[in-house]
């Protein structure tokens, strides 16, 4: 049996409904439909050339690249602690080395951030998003619970932040 | 959709050979009806657009995660419910101030002819819609214009019923007072 609110919302409902209709009145463009499963698969496959040629190259390499940066990125400390006081923090070599823009779009320096932002505790890099933009992290997080069994991959914050912060920024934290 | 649809169309999708067949049967299938209620939330088609083509390249993306424990359809329409929320929020953080400037250009939008043709009265009730929180929106266009059942939409915003049923009351009342009709 219907409770007294259910009837008043039916009640409710059918008058808004006699008086404005439940037409749809959003114009579509001719031939959307038709195509947008088209569409859609093209975006699949750019995206997926963008992702394959990327992978190809320093992705792909990452298994031994990380040891072999992080050697290099010892060694370069080394030197640095060689030539400078010892009471010189890790922070400041980070700010002196990688100044704002000037790391974006170059191979080297792609390394060099995995190298970082590999060695990032997790909640500092979960932070850095917050930051910069937590609707995207928002929207991560919904995709992944709504995705079953869907966690937050490390490695999709670590390609964010990648494409979507400098390095300069993310010691700042 | 049935049961059996999804099953087959998961078969196909499960087969490399058939899997890009598959996926255009799902795009066919569920498009019109995931367009409706993106185009609803963000108005503008090419908003819309854009939605529902991430939406289903999201899907292409995590079909090997999805697990069959909800249907096809919930799952899809569950990414583009959130995908419009994120595009309503990140509106209002990039251009707009408030929800009331992302409503105030939505209202706008509606008296365009290129994103709304609808008559005097049904532009006066997308107006009072719009007036309602995203979210109530949400459940009210659910309801209202793709008549879901509660348990659907339960499903898919992972609220309960009973939530449900009283944010459409609640919104139900609202649009009567929006728009002044007892």
């Known amino acids: 049996m219907k409770t007294k609110k259910e009837i008043d919302r039916e009640i409710s409902e059918k008058r808004l409904e006699s008086r404005f209709g439940k037409k749809n009145s959003f114009p579509v463009p001719e031939g959307y439909f038709a195509d947008l499963p088209q569409n859609i698969i093209q975006k699949i496959k750019s995206e997926q050339t963008f992702t394959l040629s990327f992978d190809h190259s320093p992705r792909t390499q990452r298994r031994w690249l990380i040891p072999a940066i992080t050697i290099a990125v010892a060694a370069f400390i080394g030197a640095f602690f060689l030539f400078k006081p010892l009471t010189t923090q890790v922070n400041s070599i980070d700010k002196q080395v990688v100044s704002k823009g000037d790391i974006q779009n170059d191979a080297s320096d792609y390394y060099y951030i995995s190298h970082i932002l590999y060695n990032l505790p997790y909640d500092h890099l979960l932070n850095a998003i917050n930051k910069e933009d937590d609707t995207y992290l928002d929207s991560v997080i919904y995709s992944r619970s709504l995705i079953p069994d869907g966690t937050l991959k490390e490695e999709e914050v670590i390609d964010y932040l990648y494409y979507h912060m400098s390095i300069y920024d993310i010691t700042q934290f | ?182």
């Open chain 2, 1 to 182: 959709m049935p049961k059996e649809d999804d099953k087959r169309l998961l078969n196909l999708l499960a087969q490399e050979k058939t899997k890009n067949y598959g996926f255009e049967l799902l795009v066919k299938t569920y498009q019109e009806r995931i367009y409706s209620i993106v185009r609803r939330m963000v108005i503008r088609h090419e908003d819309a657009n854009d939605i529902v083509q991430d939406v289903f390249v999201k899907v292409w993306q995590n079909l090997d995660n999805f697990r069959q424990e909800s249907s096809l359809y919930t799952w899809i329409y569950r990414i583009a419910v959130n995908e419009s929320l994120r595009h309503l929020k990140s509106r209002k953080v990039k251009i707009f101030s408030s929800d009331v400037d992302v409503q105030k250009h939505l209202e706008q939008l509606i008296d365009n002819p290129l994103h709304f043709n609808g008559d005097q009265l049904e532009a006066k009730l997308q107006k009072a819609i719009l007036k309602l929180p995203p979210k109530q929106r949400l459940v009210f266009n659910m309801k209202y214009y793709e008549d879901l059942t509660y348990e659907q939409m339960s499903a898919i915003l992972g609220t309960s019923v009973g939530a449900l049923k009283a944010s459409y009351h609640l919104a139900i009342k609202k649009l009567e007072h929006y728009l002044d009709i007892y």
